[in-house]
């Protein structure tokens, strides 16, 4: 009876930690060596033990197997719970203040210089062909500004995944910063006079690479990532709902 416990909570902790990250979490790093390398090998172990304890105590054979079914539902039950995909991080809303303000177009040169000296160094890769005039066109087309912000406080957005609350999105508490940041904000909406003009506010910085379709230019064609900056936009009503309802 030893034997059937070690296979049957051994085999009962491979199928599940192995085929539980595939069906449930298949972005998940560990995906099947959860049930090679853990539930697997920690059932059989868990096997060998409950069923020498049954046996060191003399329960019936009736007894042991309902006590191993139902030792092997909760060891599947809970690898698969352990299984499913935590929430994932969307983006961090700031509550910040502006301090100082200019034009994009002033950080060219830096950039410029910042971007050679990682061309000068790499020999694996080519960059773009006028790489620098494209860089320029971009910042200068899109009439943006880089805002120096004080941030005060950041409250990171979730989306869950589970099957139950897939896609639902929350906000965690209030974290407190008190950091100084640069972001890029595209215009000409946006003016130096008009951020620095308006009052303690919430943003949703993001970067191009999450969402927009990663480049394979390189250096980067897009102006905020060629300024090495994360851009600054508005929070969505939806986020904003969740942040004023506490959720």
């Not at 092997?72 to 100082?100: K, M, N, R, W």
């Not at 500004?145 to 639902?168: F, I, S």
């Amino acid at each position: 009876m030893i034997t059937i416990w070690l296979i049957a909570l051994g085999l009962a902790g491979f199928v599940a930690g192995f085929f539980g990250p595939i069906a449930l979490n298949p972005d998940a790093n560990q995906g099947p060596l959860l049930g090679i390398f853990l539930t697997g090998p920690g059932g059989a172990v868990a096997g060998l033990l409950l069923g020498t304890l049954c046996r060191t105590m003399s329960v019936s054979p009736r007894a042991q197997l309902k006590a191993l079914t139902g030792a092997c539902i909760v060891l599947a039950v809970g690898t698969l719970f352990y299984c499913l995909p935590a929430p994932e991080v969307i983006g961090h809303v700031i509550d910040a203040q502006p301090e100082s303000c200019n034009a994009a177009t002033e950080e060219l040169d830096a950039a410029i210089a910042d971007w050679q000296k990682q061309v000068n160094r790499v020999t694996w890769a080519n960059p773009a062909p006028d790489w620098k005039s494209t860089a320029q066109r971009a910042v200068e087309a899109d009439q943006a500004v880089v805002v120096t912000l004080h941030v005060y406080r950041q409250a990171t957005v979730y989306e869950h995944r589970k099957p139950w609350n897939r896609g639902r999105k929350s906000v965690s508490a209030w974290q407190t910063m008190e950091a100084t940041q640069r972001f890029y904000v595209r215009g000409p909406e946006h003016s130096c006079a008009s951020l620095l003009a308006s009052e303690r506010s919430q943003y949703l910085p993001f970067s191009h690479v999450t969402y927009r379709s990663p480049s394979s230019t390189w250096p980067p064609a897009d102006p905020a990532a060629f300024l090495s900056l994360t851009e600054l936009g508005p929070v969505p009503q939806e986020v904003a709902r969740l942040i004023r309802s506490g959720t």
